[in-house]
């Protein structure tokens, strides 16, 4: 079966009465329908636009080059130098009590294992699991070398935040994050 389609001329007044007269679920459906057709149109028109064009390009090459803002940062540049200085002391506070919980946690996952085991993950790995490990060693594990590699990169985080603490931080601040 084909569909002919057939273009027909109303007078602007004519649809726009007759718009009028469409009950609001049929209202909002013309709505989703223009707004669609219209963002297509709008994308259409940018794509052939060479100025458009090129602070797309332009952009892109920011973004690639590493030279641009997030939002985020644009909104905290817009703030008094110190307000950001006090947003970014606390913030580092905030996040060098969270790592150095996690430090614990992580520390203490691993003593669990080195006891239940009573080795050390580096000589599990090179001795290998034993030929009669069972399902639970096995996930343990798995665990062991996750919690092993969450002190790795914990320490490694502190390490980068406690230097800029050490710099950039007011003492009662730097106090209160190192926990003393």
């Given at each position: 079966?084909?569909?002919e ?8 007044e004519?649809?726009?009465?007759s718009v ?15 707004d669609e057709q ?8 940018w ?11 332009e952009?892109r ?7 641009y ?13 110190d307000?950001r200085a ?8 905030i ?8 430090l614990f946690?992580a520390?203490s996952k691993?003593e669990?294992f ?8 580096a000589?599990?790995d090179a001795?290998g699991l034993?030929?009669?490990a069972?399902?639970e060693?096995?996930?343990?594990y798995?665990?062991?070398h996750h ?11 502190l390490?980068?935040?406690e ?5 950039g931080?007011c ?5 209160h994050?190192?926990g003393?």
């Amino acid at each position: 079966m084909t569909q002919e389609t057939v273009k027909l001329w109303i007078p602007f007044e004519a649809l726009v009465h007759s718009v009028r007269e469409l009950s609001l679920k049929d209202k909002r459906r013309l709505w989703e329908l223009l707004d669609e057709q219209m963002a297509q149109a709008e994308e259409e028109v940018w794509e052939r636009d060479q100025a458009v064009q090129a602070e797309i390009q332009e952009a892109r090459a920011a973004y690639q080059a590493g030279d641009y803002l997030t939002i985020i940062e644009s909104l905290l540049s817009s703030l008094p130098h110190d307000e950001r200085a006090a947003i970014i002391s606390y913030g580092i506070a905030i996040r060098l009590s969270d790592l150095r919980k996690r430090l614990f946690l992580a520390e203490s996952k691993v003593e669990h294992f080195e006891r239940k085991f009573q080795t050390t993950l580096a000589e599990l790995d090179a001795e290998g699991l034993p030929d009669d490990a069972d399902y639970e060693m096995h996930e343990n594990y798995i665990l062991w070398h996750h919690w092993t590699e969450v002190i790795g990169k914990t320490r490694k985080a502190l390490a980068s935040l406690e230097e800029i603490a050490s710099s950039g931080l007011c003492l009662g601040e730097v106090i209160h994050a190192s926990g003393s």
